[in-house]
């Protein structure tokens, strides 16, 4: 889809539909006046009528027989709350994509969001308008041709809000790739798949190459927790590196990891059957991990950035690891294997010694669907973020509130370490039915000593679960792009 600015008023756009804002109470902001004054208080009239009560994303589409569709969404009170303010142009983008209408013009210069400024309006509108449009047909055999568009929408503003319209489309470009290689089956998208789609983003620019490590190079570096999680799989596991380099020269990366467990099956300690298909979705950090580069690519940031991926799958077999195991890993930390099914952690461990060793980061941010127990604490809403870096953890959270990508801050004290004692290694995988969340991130504090790093969960907010309403969420790829942009 097409977005562009224009001067022109918009009661004088041409094509087929405006978008226009009626608040629950008050005079109408100043676009939607304009027209209501063109057509002799019409707008007025169905306020009055009460067919349109300006509840917030109401919506009524309004066909006229000479001019454009009128399109009215309720804005409830000005100022307008962040959440309502998307929730009207969320409603807005909907309306228009089920209408006969291919484009639109909106005007929001008269609306004000309490605590936020125009660009910030601008890049969520982008990215609504953008994000509205993803939909997964890969595998039907019948694509919906009949399926709505929407080609373009015309925003009166001054021509500064183009930046923050293309931002925002940027950001939902990669929230699309995130989704779709979340909702993608566990047949095609497989560790290799994934090399192949981080391979391929590498031709789209010249600051960005990648360095896929096989398992025979990770042999060679001891990267016996990754392998051993990997080794029950015929699929071989792969680390991915993508390394995007516009930033200045020797100036030090910062690295986002991402789990890329194509299939979590538990291993031998298997996971019940109900619902065990969506642990497709186990892949998400490394798919948001791949969204952020393909957004970051898209507006050409300048930074140092290295997007890198620990992908395997999860399955059972006579070459699978078992509970009691013993492995050693990168940094020579011997780990006990009590539970198969805590795999995340194994090959995330070998890769961020890796990327510590490789690229001695700025900064390390591992994105993982880690823990069920992250998921009963923080449900759907807020993505779990454990860092001992309070500098980590304030840019984090305030890229997290701007792109209302939500994420809460969990304990990770040293209290909590002890749980991963082993009575014959250094540390077991797990730490028992307290706290699950937490000892998880204290696997990883292990392996991160000394590094400015931070451990974002989102096993409840990548997808959402069962029936209808299941697929990805594009998460954390707002919260992403936002951190990486506030670096410039
Ligand atoms: N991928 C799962 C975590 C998960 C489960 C995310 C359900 C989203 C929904 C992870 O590999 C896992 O199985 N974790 C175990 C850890 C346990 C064995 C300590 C869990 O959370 O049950
Ligand atoms: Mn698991
Ligand atoms: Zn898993």
């Not at 790739?177 to 391979?199: I, R």
């Not at 990327?355 to 992250?374: E, F, N």
Request: net charge negative; with cysteine; hydrophobic share 40%.
């Amino acid at each position: 889809m097409q977005f562009s600015v224009s001067q022109t008023p918009i009661n004088e756009y041409q094509g087929q539909a405006v978008i226009l804002f009626v608040p629950s109470e008050g005079d109408l902001p100043k676009a939607s006046a304009s027209v209501d004054a063109q057509l002799n208080s019409y707008i007025t009239q169905l306020r009055q009528s009460q067919d349109i009560k300006g509840k917030v994303g109401e919506c009524l589409v309004i066909p006229q027989a000479n001019g454009p569709r009128l399109i009215l969404v309720g804005s409830g009170k000005s100022p307008m709350q962040a959440k309502d303010f998307c929730k009207a142009i969320t409603e807005a983008a909907k309306a228009l994509k089920a209408s006969a209408a291919n484009d639109a013009a909106m005007d929001i210069s008269d609306i004000t969001v309490d605590g936020f400024d125009a660009e910030w309006a601008y890049k969520q509108v982008g990215q609504i308008f953008q994000d509205a449009l993803y939909h997964f047909d890969e595998c039907k055999s019948k694509k919906d041709e009949g399926a709505q568009k929407i080609e373009s929408l015309s925003v009166i503003a001054d021509n500064t809000a183009e930046i923050d319209l293309k931002f925002g489309q940027a950001l939902a470009k990669g929230m699309a790739f995130t989704k779709k290689l979340g909702d993608m089956p566990p047949n095609v998208v497989t560790p290799s798949y994934l090399a192949d789609e981080a391979d391929k983003l590498a031709t789209m620019s010249d600051k960005l190459s990648t360095k896929i490590l096989d398992e025979d190079q990770m042999e060679e570096l001891g990267m016996g927790s990754f392998l051993s999680v990997a080794k029950g799989s015929i699929e071989p596991g792969k680390i991915i590196c993508m390394e995007y380099m516009a930033g200045k020269a020797g100036d030090a990366p910062h690295v986002l990891l991402g789990k890329g467990i194509t299939f979590d099956t538990g291993g031998i300690s298997l996971k019940p059957g109900a619902g065990m298909d969506e642990m497709k979705y186990d892949m998400c950090g490394a798919a948001s991990v791949l969204g952020t580069m393909l957004a970051i690519i898209e507006l050409e940031l300048p930074i140092n950035f290295v997007g890198m991926i620990a992908a395997a799958e999860n399955m059972p077999s006579g070459h699978a690891s078992k509970p009691g195991d013993i492995v050693t890993a990168m940094n020579g930390t011997t780990i006990e294997i009590l539970n198969t099914d805590a795999e995340g952690r194994l090959v995330l461990c070998d890769a961020l010694s890796y990327a510590i060793d490789t690229y001695k980061p700025a900064s390390i941010v591992d994105i993982a669907t880690l823990t069920g127990a992250c998921m009963a604490a923080l449900g759907r809403v807020n993505s779990g973020l454990f860092t001992q870096d309070e500098e980590l953890a304030e840019e984090l959270i305030q890229a997290s509130t701007s792109s209302r990508d939500s994420v809460w801050r969990l304990p990770l004290q040293d209290e909590y370490q002890e749980l991963l004692d082993s009575n014959f290694a250094d540390i077991a995988n797990i730490g028992g039915p307290l706290a699950g969340a937490t000892t998880a991130a204290c696997f990883l504090s292990r392996f991160t000593e000394g590094q400015k790093w931070a451990h974002l969960d989102i096993a409840g907010t990548a997808w959402n679960s069962g029936g209808k309403a299941k697929g990805a969420t594009g998460r954390p790829v707002p919260l992403l792009v936002n951190y990486l942009a506030n670096k410039i």
